[in-house]
């Protein structure tokens, strides 16, 4: 039995430079992981740029909208922009507006926090999020990253992709990632396929059942992962098993694919 299909090397690509280019996106990805902002000190010094490299490369992204300065700070914040243009792409929005109803009335169904999540570059990606009405929530922020290998959505995306996609989304994933090693795809697929759904412990929070359904297109392909981390009321307050919830998240799988034009056969 193969325990991994990473392949170990990847085909060299030209690369090509746009220095101006490079200075904004490197911006850009350094203020999405800082939830307080950063002077134009700061990211001179963590970018080993100087002032006069990047003063003007904030001037624009400020001038189009794509990170903000509040008043009386010095603090440059990125801002919902991207956000939205990723959310314009047409596949996504489909799939949000799809879907948004549906994941509000299985919320409110089982008293969970649900949401959906999309392969990307190697990863999983949540791009519609609902939460619990209950007071106590446990739930996944809207952007986050789920790696492929120890998550139930990536799970899901992995086993319901043709073999050509599973060969080219496991090309992503890193030779040695810690992840892989020791991890036999071809049985967790198997495992997938058959139940119809996956459903494992969290390996990112403790207490917490990942209970997880494909969701499929018009072309019959898996799209998205409908994810529930399940999590039980010790005080009895809560009256839908994990067993019950089962039953009412595949319906919703069903009814998003639905929405999108799959068929069942």
Same mark, same amino acid.
């Given at each position: ?62 001038? !189009? =909208?794509? %990170?903000? /300065?509040?008043?009386? @700070?010095?603090?440059? #914040? ?5 956000? *939205? ?37 190697? !990863? =999983?990606? %949540?791009? /519609?999020?609902?939460? @619990?009405?209950?007071? #106590? ?5 809207? *952007? ?122």
């Amino acid at each position: 039995m193969t325990k991994r299909t990473i392949s170990e090397t990847s085909p060299k690509r030209k690369t090509y430079t746009a220095p101006a280019l490079e200075k904004g996106l490197d911006i850009l990805e350094l203020l999405a992981a800082q939830a307080d902002g950063m002077n134009i000190g700061a990211i001179t010094k963590k970018l080993d740029r100087s002032v006069g490299e990047l003063f003007r490369m904030l001037a624009v992204l400020q001038q !189009r =909208g794509y %990170v903000s /300065v509040e008043p009386g @700070s010095d603090r440059y #914040r990125l801002t919902l922009k991207m956000f *939205g243009l990723a959310h314009r792409f047409p596949p996504v929005k489909r799939l949000t507006s799809a879907s948004a109803p549906i994941l509000q009335r299985l919320s409110y169904d089982i008293e969970q926090s649900c949401h959906l999540v999309i392969y990307y570059e190697g !990863r =999983g990606h %949540v791009v /519609v999020q609902q939460d @619990s009405p209950s007071e #106590r929530v446990f739930s996944v922020r809207l *952007g986050a990253e789920a790696p492929l290998m120890n998550t139930c959505s990536g799970h899901l995306l992995l086993a319901f992709a043709d073999e050509n996609t599973r060969s080219q989304m496991l090309s992503r994933i890193p030779a040695h990632h810690p992840d892989v090693d020791g991890v036999d795809i071809d049985k967790m697929v198997r495992k997938v396929l058959s139940q119809g759904y996956e459903s494992i412990h969290s390996a990112q929070a403790q207490g917490i059942q990942d209970i997880g359904y494909p969701v499929f297109d018009y072309r019959d392909q898996a799209v998205a992962a409908l994810i529930v981390p399940f999590f039980d009321y010790l005080d009895g307050s809560h009256q839908t098993t994990a067993q019950d919830a089962h039953q009412l998240i595949k319906q919703a799988a069903l009814d998003i694919s639905t929405a999108l034009g799959y068929e069942p056969s």
